[in-house]
């Protein structure tokens, strides 16, 4: 059974036509990068997943149930967890209530808040501080550690490097490596590098569709195939 | 006494000659208010109960407004509702021939009845008008609440003329004679170490407190809070972790309603509020002071805002009753003087949050 699957899928943000016809699938145990240059509709083919940019065509379907129509925490109940762009930290509530948000209601409390901090040690050592005074880095920890404790089936990472420091981008990716073994991943990741180590498959988009697909064991970095669709 | 107050306390007369012979602005001598300790005592527990009577106001109004930015006009109209509903109560029960513990004992029962009753209006009005609007800019909320506000209050006019209860009573709203329901436990003053407290004010501040303990519990300490919370900050990010924040919202306008109508509760037995149709928008104003004076999305704001026109206010009303000025609302010019300083030195307020209300 495909675990994610979306079909012809088509998104505008007002009267811009952002996705133009998106197909993609992750299987149960993938880790799956969606490759492209900025702007070619990554983020918004996470955001229409979420329903947070409902498409208006297509069908985005989970463990073969349709999404499309539902409310964003519907999706999220449904066990589609998001670690977006710029992290979203709720930077005025503790590191800790950030983790409890993100509990679902019948979970239990205590395990999420053990699997969260054996993850990431860091974050029980300022489990009481507002989230937004930790750095970059331990955002971006904390917003891995949300989406881990919330009983997802699959997480939806987008630009988890983005502005960290080289040393910290090598525990996120560790980390993610880690999350992986136990949770689904769909990938929005620039560095090149590190979305080929992370990923089992990968998709190229170009101005809202996919144009290439592949096992990443076939591609390198220095790829022509991948470079002409990422290079500016 | 030293010669110097004995001076001052001439000038005193001086002055208030100089007030009857129609100068409008008397200054007189306020030493008296630092000399006395007991009298600075009363003025500051006056303070405090004035301070409570504002908080229950405006505690519901920044849930609606500090919080989830509904610029929320029929705030005082929930109050004038809560008001109605246990003023008549209390004339019903005879409240206040009955002894000090039953008749306290109705008050509690009313003010968690009024509550629940207008807590129940403020779902119906969130899911059949408010939540259609969030996305638009401010002005649709303002023009809607305002609607909302003008219907309820015409509509408690209507009720009011056609059971006549206003009759032999001012032209306008319904002044309950409260001293009939105000429990006789309640009444007058006492004297505690030559303190002197109305008999309301412990009962004001009390009520006050609990507020504040009340909805701190409710933000801080339970699950819908932290959702609150969530919500208020990223409600994108809040949906995508699995948090309804359609049904949060609808919780948190529900409570404010209730709080506000809680707080008309308390006002039916203030001789300065009472219960009466302009109710509505005496309510509003000193609410809306109090919650941007406060900042915007800072309960703790609003509960700082709340005890310095509370304190302000009561000084005002003593400055006025020793004749140090000689001319009425003064307090709730001062009121508005605090909001025209706030607005100037710091737009965001004591403790406004960044980003909120913006409607960026």
Not at chain 1, 71 to 90: C, K, L, Q, S
């Amino acid at each position: 059974m495909t675990l994610l699957e979306l079909d012809g899928v088509h998104t505008y943000y007002g009267e811009s036509h952002i996705l133009q016809g998106v197909d993609l699938t992750v299987e149960k145990g993938e880790v799956v990068a969606l490759l492209g240059r900025n702007g070619v509709g990554k983020t918004t083919t996470f955001r229409s997943i979420l329903q947070l940019t409902p498409p208006q065509e297509g069908s985005i379907r989970f463990r073969e149930e349709e999404l499309t129509g539902k409310d964003t925490y519907e999706v999220a109940d449904a066990g589609i967890g998001w670690i977006p762009e710029d992290r979203r930290m709720f930077s005025r509530l503790s590191v800790e209530e950030n983790i409890r948000a993100a509990v679902p209601n019948n979970a239990s409390m205590s395990d999420a808040l053990e699997l969260a901090y054996e993850t990431f040690p860091v974050l029980a050592e300022r489990a009481d501080q507002r989230a937004g005074d930790l750095s970059g880095g331990q955002q971006q920890m904390l917003a891995i550690a949300r989406g881990l404790v919330g009983g997802n089936d699959i997480l939806l990472v987008d630009e988890p490097s983005e502005g960290l420091a080289p040393k910290i981008v090598t525990d996120v990716g560790e980390a993610l490596l880690s999350a992986a073994e136990s949770v689904p991943i769909l990938l929005v990741e620039q560095k090149l590098g590190l979305a080929l180590d992370l990923a089992d498959r990968f998709y190229v988009m170009d101005h809202g569709t996919i144009v290439d697909s592949g096992e990443t064991s076939e591609v390198g970095v220095d790829d022509e195939r991948l470079r002409r669709y990422l290079s500016a | 006494m030293t010669a110097l107050t004995t001076a001052a306390l001439g000038s005193v007369e001086a002055s208030l000659a100089a007030g009857v012979s129609g100068v409008p602005l008397a200054v007189g001598d306020i030493s008296n208010l630092f000399t006395s300790p007991t009298e600075l005592a009363s003025v500051f527990i006056e303070g405090l109960a004035k301070a409570s009577l504002y908080l229950m106001i405006a505690s519901g109004l920044t849930l609606t407004f500090g919080l989830m930015d509904v610029i929320n006009f029929a705030h005082g109209a929930f109050t004038m509702y809560g008001a109605y509903i246990a003023g008549t109560a209390v004339l019903t029960v005879g409240v206040g021939s009955m002894g000090a513990v039953s008749s306290v004992g109705v008050f509690v029962l009313l003010i968690i009845g009024v509550f629940v009753l207008l807590a129940l209006l403020g779902v119906v009005f969130e899911v059949a008008l408010i939540r259609r609007l969030y996305e638009y800019p401010p002005i649709y909320m303002i023009l809607l609440t305002f609607g909302i506000s003008i219907t309820m209050e015409e509509l408690m006019r209507i009720i009011v003329d056609y059971w006549n209860v206003n009759s032999g009573r001012e032209a306008v709203g319904w002044s309950i004679p409260r001293e009939e329901t105000v429990p006789e436990v309640l009444q007058g003053t006492f004297d505690v170490a030559g303190i002197s407290i109305g008999g309301l004010h412990p009962f004001q501040i009390l009520l006050g407190v609990l507020t504040v303990a009340g909805i701190w519990y409710f933000l801080n300490e339970t699950r819908y809070g932290l959702f609150v919370r969530a919500g208020v900050e990223d409600d994108e990010m809040a949906r995508a972790l699995g948090i309804n924040i359609k049904r949060t919202f609808t919780v948190v306008f529900a409570i404010g309603s209730g709080l506000a109508g809680a707080a008309g509760v308390m006002l039916m037995w203030s001789p300065l509020w009472r219960v009466n149709v302009p109710l509505a928008l005496g309510v509003l104003l000193p609410a809306f002071v109090i919650v941007i004076v406060g900042g915007l999305g800072s309960f703790k704001g609003t509960v700082v805002a709340s005890v310095l026109v509370g304190m302000l206010d009561a000084l005002a009303t003593w400055a006025f009753q020793v004749k140090v000025v000689t001319f009425t609302d003064v307090d709730q010019l001062l009121i508005f003087a605090i909001l025209v300083v706030m607005l100037i030195l710091q737009p965001r307020g004591l403790f406004g949050v960044e980003g909120q209300g913006d409607h960026g």
